[in-house]
């Protein structure tokens, strides 16, 4: 099974801060790797996809990069609405895994 | 655009099974995988596993001996059975759409989640 480790698990930080989110994988999974963004009471919500590939409406303010085994979540200029659970996701083979999880909070 | 709810109990006994249907609407159930997966209360994501319109599946080793996932083309639904369930099954479960392209891609659309509490 290939195990995500995601850090910081928390981050509290300023609106219009840079935030960065790092996801590391067990062993390399090329590009089969997705973000999600959970609001509190929500379902998550695909972010992006394959390491850096936008999705339809969702905020040019995120992006994503890596590949291999070391993958960014980066939110340029934080807004309040951004508050959430964020997640990244490997598909790159069975079982389908997710990494525990990094916690946004606004000051 | 396709959208996905969950239905079922939300209060289940130890040791009984836990069972949860997934409704499919704006398209056909007959295409894609289609996944569950589950959130303890203030924890993670758990993958519980998939099938196929053909009806083929596939389970998270962890679970893969209490899980059955099947399919009702004809109500364009699918559905999770979780069994001998104990209070460490108590999550939100989340119906999702899994995208396949030369390979498992990712999770889109996901239901609201519906609550399943074991207790007594």
């Known amino acids: 099974e290939i195990v995500l480790t995601q850090s910081p698990a928390f981050q509290s930080v300023t609106p219009k801060e840079k935030v960065t989110i790092t996801c590391r994988a067990s062993q390399s999974i090329g590009s089969s790797l997705h973000w999600y963004q959970q609001k509190p009471d929500q379902s998550p919500k695909l972010l992006i996809k394959?390491?850096?590939q936008s999705i339809s409406g969702v905020p040019s303010r995120f992006s994503g990069s890596g590949s291999g085994t070391d993958f960014t979540l980066t939110i340029n200029s934080l807004e309040a609405e951004d508050a959430a659970a964020y997640y990244c996701?490997?598909?790159?083979?069975?079982?389908?895994?997710f990494g525990g999880g990094t916690k946004v909070e606004i000051k | 655009q396709v959208q996905l709810q969950e239905a079922g109990p939300g209060l289940v006994k130890p040791s009984e099974t836990l069972s949860l249907t997934c409704t499919v609407s704006g398209g056909s159930i007959s295409t894609y995988y289609w996944s569950w997966i589950r959130q303890p209360p203030g924890k993670g994501l758990e993958w519980i596993g998939y099938i196929f319109y053909t009806g083929s599946t596939n389970y998270n080793p962890s679970l893969k001996s209490r899980v059955t996932i099947s399919l009702d083309t004809s109500n364009n639904q699918f559905s999770l059975n979780l069994n001998s369930v104990t209070a460490a099954d108590t999550a939100v479960y989340y119906c999702?759409?899994?995208?396949?392209?030369?390979?498992?891609?990712?999770?889109?659309?996901w239901g609201q989640g519906t609550l399943v509490t074991v207790s007594s």
């Open positions: 999702a759409r899994l995208h396949f392209w030369s390979g498992y891609q990712e999770f889109d659309p």
């Open positions: 394959y390491v850096s």
């Open positions: 996701h490997q598909s790159s083979s069975l079982p389908l895994t």
